[in-house]
């Protein structure tokens, strides 16, 4: 049972482009979670999603930023017109309930130039 | 809200030595709390979970307590390396949507 997979690993934008970061969770698993961590910065809670549902997004920006788990296929957190301030490592987790352990992922590094 | 503190924000000892990490939370209202490690640059590893309803969780050299009612969380290392050296995080599984919120951090360094 592979962990939760993340890609890419790193991502470099210029500045106005879009991001697209893409997390597989651990087979089985239906719920989701994005954070942000900015340099020398704690892990920021963004979004909480579960199959074809957004549970909680108060963590969100409220433009730019989208994400969403759909029935079949990975999570996808998108980010338009990226600005420098968006630079940061991306994680994800996943977990069976939103009782239960949360395994990350190695995180999606954004560089916008 | 829920917010989560971790004290020391950072922790220098030398090898072979047992440590405490305290990690603290304001509404008890919780399902469960976790222990990760990070690395630099690296993604969080899971140490241990906590469920509300237990008192404390093992694994190897490390030891974490939960007392919910006064919102304290420990994690005590035993005997430790300098491969222990990391990062670590607390977070709880709690809120009205359950989502997992995170401390601040505590940056261990163990010194050879």
């Known amino acids: 049972n592979a962990g939760v997979m993340q890609n890419p690993r790193h991502l470099v934008r210029r500045r106005g482009q879009e991001a697209r970061l893409r997390c597989s969770p651990m087979?089985?698993?239906?719920?989701v979670y994005w954070y942000r961590q900015l340099p020398e910065e704690g892990l920021k809670f963004m979004v909480y999603?579960?199959?074809?549902?957004?549970?909680?997004e108060s963590g969100m920006p409220k433009e730019r930023f989208s994400a969403e788990f759909p029935k079949e296929g990975p999570s996808i957190l998108r980010i338009q017109q990226v600005v420098r301030g968006d630079s940061a490592a991306y994680f994800c987790?996943?977990?069976?309930?939103?009782?239960?352990?949360?395994?990350f992922g190695q995180g999606t590094r954004l560089t916008v130039v | 809200k829920q917010e989560v503190t971790q004290i020391p924000a950072a922790l220098s000892v030398p090898e072979g030595e047992n440590l405490v990490l305290n990690c603290s939370f304001t509404?008890?209202?919780?399902?469960?709390l976790q222990w990760f490690r990070q690395d630099p640059g690296k993604g969080l590893t899971s140490l241990l979970l906590?469920?509300?309803?237990?008192r404390e969780q093992t694994s190897g050299r490390l030891n974490a307590s939960l007392d919910k009612s006064s919102g304290r969380s420990t994690l005590y290392i035993a005997a430790s390396q300098p491969g222990d050296s990391a990062t670590y995080l607390c977070?709880?599984?709690?809120?009205?949507?359950?989502?997992?919120?995170f401390g601040t951090g505590t940056l261990l360094a163990v010194q050879p």
């Open positions: 977070a709880v599984h709690g809120g009205a949507t359950n989502k997992l919120i």
């Open positions: 509404d008890s209202a919780i399902y469960n």
């Open positions: 087979k089985g698993h239906s719920h």
């Open positions: 999603l579960q199959k074809e549902n957004i549970i909680d």
């Open positions: 906590i469920q509300s309803s237990q």
């Open positions: 987790a996943s977990s069976l309930s939103d009782t239960r352990e949360a395994f």
